[in-house]
């Protein structure tokens, strides 16, 4: 099963994901899709976040 990381939120040079409801992760920003916004859905695929579907 893929992880999901909803956005949450922002904070200083990351974005405060939930992954898969449970848990919480600090991803650096300049590892996101530029466009991302809080509520987005990011999946980890070929060694990229990415926007989930």
Same mark, same amino acid.
């Given at each position: 099963?893929? *992880? #999901?990381?909803?956005?949450? #939120? =922002?904070?200083?040079? =990351? !974005? %405060?994901?939930?992954?898969?409801?449970? #848990?919480? %992760?600090?991803?650096? =920003?300049?590892?996101?899709? !530029?466009?991302? %916004? *809080?509520?987005?859905?990011? %999946?980890?695929?070929?060694?990229?976040?990415?926007? !989930?579907?």
């Amino acid at each position: 099963m893929d *992880v #999901r990381y909803k956005i949450d #939120r =922002f904070e200083e040079d =990351f !974005a %405060v994901c939930i992954a898969n409801g449970e #848990r919480t %992760v600090n991803i650096p =920003f300049e590892i996101i899709p !530029a466009d991302s %916004v *809080v509520g987005d859905s990011l %999946v980890y695929v070929d060694g990229a976040y990415k926007k !989930a579907d």
